[in-house]
């Protein structure tokens, strides 16, 4: 074994030292390669060494050159990036029947709310649309959703929140809505109107409406976050009560001709801290559907501030849809 003295005048003579062979191949993907005990006394480039940065170049042909401790911290960084960019998504449902999910919103509110169950719905392989209720009449309210329900390739989950379940009643007859989801949302039957379903429950006084002068209501201002998103930070609370979707009030006088829950299979996200309806009158909605129940501790902006859960029951029902309906 020469000293350092004999080796630093060996590679001054000679040239740059070869590796051991086994490392001689790394030659061939732009790096020459060099025990770490070449470069003891040797002044290194101050950009070399771990973290990803460039080792010091070989002088005679530029080519970098680095020890096999940076060939060590390298790889690791290599390994943690290759890992992190091959972890798979949850993978697709596959053969399963029914992959396709639409999102109905309910009464001042619009599709955006949904944001969090959408992330998570595709993020598990499903493909998701969002209805945009014009909230401006129940038959047009339908035909915006039957409108996406007929863009669908395939046999969808229909959900609703809110006024949207009174909507995907009506709508999911149509030949593509294989189940339906009722997230702390209305289900009124054949011959039903909406505000019959809350005759002998007493609304909580948290939820205020302000109705104006042509018809269209408002949750009151002040009483939003209270009534409407209580679980919601301050921020969001706030931005939903000024982006709020009025609702032509006249829709709740309007009789049902559809009741889809009679012919599909039916699921309900209960939010045990409503404030927009009786807890009473969801449980009895959701008993008389025969729906599968899911309860929650949220406000009724459960769609929103619980996205994990209610896309968790959707992906249920996805999988369990057609083998209940027969």
Known sequence: MCNGSARQASLAGKGRRRPLDRWAILENFGFLWRRDEDWEGSERHPSAGQGGTPAAPNPQN???VMTRRDLVASAAVAGITGAAQAQPATPAPGSQPVRNVVLVHGAFADGSGWRGVYDDLTHRGY???IVQNPLTSLAEDVAATRRILDRQDGPAILVGHSWGGTVITEAGVHPKAA???YVSALSPDVGETTAQQYEGFATPPEFVLDTGADGFGFVKAENFKAGFAADASDADAA???DSQVPIAMSVFGTKLAQAAWRTRPSWAVIATDDKAFDQRMLRHMAS????KVTEIAASHAVFMTQPKVVAAVID???QHAVR???
Do not use: Q
């Open 324 to 326: 209940a309906a027969r």
């Open 316 to 318: 249920e029902a996805a």
């Open 127 to 129: 493909r998701v649309s």
């Open 179 to 181: 189940g339906l989801v």
């Open 288 to 291: 008389r559907i025969g729906a």
């Open 62 to 64: 530029g080519t970098p």
């Open 239 to 241: 931005f939903m009560r």
